[in-house]
């Protein structure tokens, strides 16, 4: 398209029909096929858009009004939703929302996976999509005088300062505002990352949605905290399911979270959880899903597809804090997991000890060299389980899978478009996909994780 036939231009006031949604959940609208993103509209509505800015193939815009509103249309329930970039599609129903997701699958298979022909079943949502998650960490700031703690307005490093959040549990939302108030009243003073000066960076909060136990980390710039002593008083005081305080220390210029020293302050180093039968320690830098009523969804599911019998040797190739491994080690006759984060691998170690799984082998290092050094040993895997990072498999494990040849893979995914890339490159391999099976672990947002099954042919 020149530049010449661009049919929109900037400021300009256009009627539209919305016919899709984006992955990031904006509205997508064509004029005369040059495509304009729109957010917060949805497909089948009809309204008017100001265009704000043009590119060589696209165009956004801002929706100014809507004469014929989707059938899913809702009003969001949350007051900060339009400033907040924690959640996309408030403004979709829920029942909307599970539709536009199996959407979404189901267009990736069939764009990127040119597997058009798989069953993509309905995605597996929640009864009651609000309050899920159970970690809390946000920036803090400084506004008149007094810290404010929220999540950034989108596109933006303002930070919205939020009373609750709606798809948070409750008691971490509580434990949050308390810790804004203490620390405001001993004067602590928030960190500024233009200045790189300051005290407090991030609060967060995790809180077991079984055990009932809290954990509060402080992230600060430096060791030193003033009026620490009064500040761990007034948690423990206020907040009796507090279980473990601890500080993390970053002091560089990043907008990653987390420093690499972590300090526990008062109490225990972990608290702990339940999926399912299995419990879990979980510590300040522990990965543990935000989601555990849906995570306990998702691995059932896995553990169907894995058609365990009691007589397979599995291979957990992302392992994590050993999660998945704990559940198919209840029904298999080996497993063994991998993970390149030493800490996790130690994590493993602890929750099979915790549980009194004496079938599950961990070890750190790299999937890709890990599994082959293992086949040479003549360890041979019946079901290879998978559960990478957004990015996917590396392509030297996908290439392991393929040479080694086990009668079943089973795919965890947390983004479809890579789930989607993979699956092609197996099924070239010799692999045939069954099914992909969406679940919604991230309700309001565009998230949505995936279980896939293939076989040998």
């Known amino acids: ?39 917060n509209a949805l497909p089948n509505e009809r309204g008017q858009v100001k265009i704000i800015k043009v590119k060589k193939g696209y165009a956004f815009g801002r929706l100014v009004e809507t004469y014929e509103e989707s059938e899913y249309r809702q009003t969001p329930p949350c007051s900060i939703y339009k400033q907040c970039g924690g959640c996309q599609l408030q403004h979709l129903s829920y029942e909307g929302q599970l539709v536009f997701k199996q959407k979404q699958v189901k267009e990736v298979m069939a764009r990127i996976g040119r597997l058009p022909d ?61 810790i804004k108030e203490i620390c405001g009243k001993y004067g602590i003073r ?107 969804v998702l691995y059932d599911k896995a553990l169907e597809y894995a058609q365990l019998t009691g007589e397979e040797t599995v291979i957990d190739a992302y392992c994590g804090i050993g999660t ?44 890709e060299k890990i599994i082959p050094a293992w086949y040479e040993k003549g360890i041979k895997a019946d079901v290879i389980v998978v559960d990478p990072p957004r990015k996917g498999c590396d392509e030297a494990l996908l290439q392991t899978i393929i040479d080694m040849k086990p009668k079943r893979v089973v795919y965890v995914s947390c983004n479809p478009a890579t789930l989607a890339r993979d699956l092609r490159i197996l099924e070239d391999g010799g692999y045939e996909t069954k099914r992909v099976q969406p679940v919604d672990m991230f309700p309001h947002t565009t998230h949505v994780e995936c279980v896939a099954v293939l076989e040998l042919r």
């Open 1 to 39: 398209m020149t530049k010449q036939s661009i049919p929109v231009q900037k400021n300009e006031y256009i009627d539209v029909v919305f016919e899709d949604l984006t992955h990031d959940g904006a509205g997508v609208a064509k004029v005369q096929g040059f495509p304009v993103f729109v957010p």
């Open 118 to 178: 798989v069953p993509v079943h309905p995605v597996l949502g929640m009864e009651e999509p609000w309050r899920y998650r159970n970690k809390a960490q946000v920036p803090v700031g400084e506004r008149e005088g007094g810290l404010v703690a929220g999540f950034y307005q989108q596109r933006s490093h303002e930070i919205i300062d939020m009373k609750a959040c709606l798809i948070q549990q409750e008691k971490n939302d509580e434990v949050v505002q308390g």
């Open 190 to 296: 928030a960190y500024d990352e233009q200045k790189h000066r300051g005290t407090l960076r991030h609060i967060m909060a995790r809180y077991g949605l079984v055990t009932r136990e809290a954990m509060v980390v402080l992230v600060t710039m430096k060791e030193e905290l003033p009026h620490k002593n009064s500040i761990i008083e007034e948690i423990t005081e206020r907040f009796p399911q507090v279980k473990s305080i601890v500080q993390n220390i970053n002091s560089k210029r990043t907008n990653v979270i987390m420093g690499d020293k972590t300090n526990v302050l008062w109490g225990e180093e972990y608290i702990y959880d339940l999926i399912g039968d299995i419990k879990f320690a979980i510590s300040a830098r522990s990965f543990y899903q935000v989601n555990p009523e849906q995570t306990k």
């Open 324 to 367: 998945i491994s704990l559940f198919l080690a209840q029904q298999a006759k080996k497993v063994y997991g991998v993970e390149i984060v030493p800490e996790a691998i130690e994590d493993a170690k602890r929750n099979a000890a915790l549980n009194g799984i004496e079938n599950a082998e961990f070890e750190v290092g790299e999937a």
